[in-house]
């Protein structure tokens, strides 16, 4: 019962205080979520452009049909 009651209140203190709106979105590298972020409304799908790279991904228009391929992305490259 305690158990519960202590889910009870992460969850309500979760939806008062976060944004249930990006639970499963996809985010880039940045923090910018797809399809949501400010800039970002187009670019609703996410692409890991790097192979056997899992841990850098960015959002895209459009998934690509094969490679080499051209994307279009609003990235910010260093």
């Not at 019962?1 to 009870?8: C, E, Y």
């Amino acid at each position: 019962m305690i158990f519960i009651m202590i889910m009870l209140i992460i969850s309500i203190n979760g939806f008062l205080i976060g944004n249930p709106r990006v639970l499963g979105i996809p985010h880039d590298n940045e923090g910018n979520y797809c399809a949501i972020s400010p800039n970002y409304e187009s670019f609703k799908f996410i692409l890991y452009p790097e192979k056997d790279n899992y841990n850098y991904f960015i959002c895209v228009e459009n998934c690509p049909e094969k490679a080499p391929y051209t994307i279009k992305c609003n990235c910010k490259f260093n």
